[in-house]
């Protein structure tokens, strides 16, 4: 997780969002244009250069009201399409790989 | 069981007013995250990757049937209708809304059940063997013991802001069922040459980036002065433990740097200024706490009733006895585990129909009593051997009949990149691949105990260390790999595996283990030699090459 502390340090590789947790149930959200938070990704704000990638996670850490633990992820683009860019990420948007109870 | 007092209860609940008000500050936006997190950390509240998880402690692994009834209610009203049992006498829930867990604490405080320290760098939960008070041979119940401990140690303000979180754990048989030797301070009950009963310490145990076996710095320590003895050992860490650096703040880099002997030095000369001080335990406050725990009216029964004579005629039957059911100190009696490792589940979950179902057996079969263990199993710890054919039907239905416990598929592990925020690789998946590989139980019978661990990075919640086979999930390239030791132990001769060679990626570590596994089953010299032994006779080669030849 990326300290609002560090985030001088940040460089993204490619296309990103912001993401966290909503504070009052945990659940995963996303930074939108309109300075929310959506469950959904592809309501995300997508960047593609460090500052813009800093200016967004100032400004949704500063919601700690909203969510927290917000930090930049990295996402694929394809045709328009979004879609996590890690395993992680994959896991936290889609939920656990594995069946949560046996078969 | 253990019965709370009054001061315990108002304890209880104070404590959740508490946390009501601290939470609906940090929604209201008047306390921040950072304010928020040590607060919530002190009530067991974590922020994992998709929700909040929630850790309730089961003290020294014993639960009644109310008490596993309401983690039912639990994990339905407030979660996804599953828990998790960890590696600690724990309870842990995945994902709980924080706006409702005031709620859910105020349900569990009604039974006494609470997540005080179960986070945090304080004193946590203080560990026991899961068959205290009904082990044939022990040399008392611990958790009168544990339960001192707790008592002395909940909310004390020397032990809440330590330089770093404090695990205690306490066994009372000649097999540690409670791995003392990996926890900040082991103590092992024993009598002395005069008959006293007293302690063996030792400290400094631990996992993680660092591992360590704990060392012993006192051979024995009278009952009555094991408080004042523990207090010594905290005082000293306190004074000298590092806080300035999150890696190095554990006890057992402290008793690494200054050395056993210095350290016990530092103790021993710590304890002897604290002189007879209020920390004395005198018999009277040992015998209040003894008689707060009770211990069910056992019936005089044979030793081989009828029931089970009839019931052995039954393989599948006796593959569970064989498997499953342990003696008792009473005669018959028999401790009962129950697998909580079905073949392709995901290891230690219970669902709420299973816990409320097992809540009902217990006060059938058990005098309402179930006991946690630290191999993420449960146990019912009162059988009368008549009963066990009932049960085991009962069980079987409920899916814990898994004949597995100590096999290949009783497998340990952490909940890995599924749900951990730390996580570098998935720990669950793995085992679930692993449970299918070996799912014949003519197999896993025949390769004998063999216990694997996974953790899905190098916290080691999962105890991959001391696995006779360990896994460990790194990353590399963002992809999932995993490192392999074999030769780890977590019992009395407690010592770390050794590395095989480099790590597999995600696909290939099912292979691998059925590689070793084969390799081991042509290596061992008998079929009596378990698998931990051969790695001890032979080395981690013949393994490396069978595993790395064709790689
Ligand atoms: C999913 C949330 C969890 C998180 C965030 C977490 C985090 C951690 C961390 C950071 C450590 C290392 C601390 C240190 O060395 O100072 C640790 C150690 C440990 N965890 Fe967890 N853990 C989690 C779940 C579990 C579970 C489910 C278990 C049991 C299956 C468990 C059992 C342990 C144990 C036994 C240790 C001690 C290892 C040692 O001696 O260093 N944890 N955990
Ligand atoms: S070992 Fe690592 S991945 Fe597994 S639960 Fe602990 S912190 Fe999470």
Redesign the interface.
């Known amino acids: 997780?990326t300290s609002p502390l560090e985030q001088k340090k940040i460089r993204i590789a490619g296309p990103s969002v912001v993401t966290a947790?909503r504070?009052?149930?945990?659940?995963?959200v996303y930074r939108t244009a309109q300075q929310g938070w959506s469950t959904v990704l592809s309501d995300a704000a997508i960047v593609s250069t460090s500052d813009d990638a800093r200016a967004l996670l100032a400004e949704s850490v500063a919601d700690?009201?909203g969510a927290?633990?917000a930090y930049i992820a990295p996402v694929e683009l394809n045709g328009g399409v979004i879609k996590p860019g890690?395993?992680?990420e994959h896991?936290?948007s889609k939920?656990?790989?594995?069946?949560?109870?046996?078969? | 069981m253990y019965a709370y007092d009054e001061l315990d209860r108002t304890l209880i609940n104070e404590r959740v007013s508490e946390f009501r008000d601290q939470v609906k500050r940090r929604l209201s936006g008047e306390l921040t995250e950072d304010e928020f997190k040590i607060l919530r950390l002190q009530n067991g509240v974590y922020l994992q990757l998709h929700a909040y998880m929630f850790r309730v402690a089961i003290p020294y692994g014993t639960l009644s049937s109310k008490q596993l009834r309401r983690l039912a209610h639990i994990a339905r009203r407030y979660d996804r209708g599953y828990g998790h049992f960890t590696t600690r006498q724990n309870i842990q829930f995945n994902w709980i809304k924080l706006a409702e867990l005031p709620d859910a604490l105020a349900e569990l405080a009604e039974v006494g059940i609470h997540a005080m320290q179960t986070s945090g760098n304080n004193m946590r939960n203080v560990t026991s063997d899961q068959w205290a008070g009904v082990a044939p041979g022990e040399v008392e119940d611990p958790r009168i013991w544990s339960e001192i401990l707790r008592q002395h140690t909940t909310l004390h303000p020397e032990f809440s802001f330590l330089p770093r979180k404090f695990k205690i754990a306490i066994t009372a048989s000649e097999h540690d069922r409670a791995a003392i030797k990996i926890h900040d301070i082991g103590l092992r009950l024993h009598k002395n040459a005069d008959g006293e009963t007293g302690f063996e310490v030792l400290v400094g145990g631990g996992l993680g980036r660092t591992p360590f076996i704990a060392k012993t710095i006192k051979p024995f320590v009278h009952g009555r002065d094991i408080l004042s003895y523990v207090e010594a050992i905290l005082r000293v860490y306190n004074q000298y433990g590092r806080r300035d650096n999150i890696y190095k703040a554990r006890i057992k880099i402290l008793v690494h740097e200054l050395g056993i002997e210095k350290f016990a030095r530092e103790v021993d000369e710590e304890w002897r200024q604290m002189g007879h001080s209020a920390l004395t335990l005198d018999h009277s406050a040992i015998e209040e706490v003894r008689s707060r725990f009770s211990y069910p009216p056992y019936e005089k029964l044979p030793h081989m009733p009828d029931e089970l004579k009839e019931a052995a005629h039954d393989p599948l039957f006796e593959r569970w006895r064989k498997n499953s059911v342990a003696p008792h100190k009473v005669q018959g009696y028999s401790i009962v585990t129950l697998s909580l490792k079905p073949v392709g589940g995901p290891p230690g979950d219970a669902s709420a129909d299973q816990m409320d179902a097992l809540a009902d057996l217990a006060d059938r079969y058990s005098f309402g009593e179930i006991r946690v263990g630290h191999e993420q199993n449960l146990a019912l710890p009162h059988v009368a051997k008549r009963d066990l054919p009932q049960l085991w039907k009962a069980l079987d239905r409920l899916g814990l009949a898994t004949p597995n416990v100590n096999l290949v598929t009783d497998i340990i592990a952490c909940p890995g990149l599924d749900y951990c925020s730390l996580a570098n690789a998935r720990s669950i998946p793995i085992a679930q691949e692993l449970t299918r590989r070996f799912a014949n139980h003519d197999t896993a019978d025949m390769i004998g105990r063999l216990h694997i661990n996974i953790s899905g990075c190098i916290n080691a919640c999962g105890h991959h260390h001391v696995g006779h086979i360990g896994i460990l999930g790194v990353e590399k390239n963002g992809e999932e790999f995993y490192q392999i030791t074999i030769g780890g132990r977590a019992d009395e001769n407690a010592q770390m595996g050794v590395l095989i060679g480099p790590a597999v990626p995600y696909a290939e570590v099912a292979d691998v283990i059925e590689d070793i596994v084969e390799a081991y089953l042509a290596l061992r010299d008998r079929p009596e030699e378990l698998f931990v032994d051969t790695v001890k006779r032979l080395g981690v080669e013949p393994f490396k090459e069978r595993v790395y030849a064709t790689r």
């Open positions: 997780m947790n504070t009052w149930d945990g659940v995963v700690d009201v927290v633990g890690n395993l992680r896991i936290r939920g656990v790989t594995i069946d949560l109870l046996p078969a």
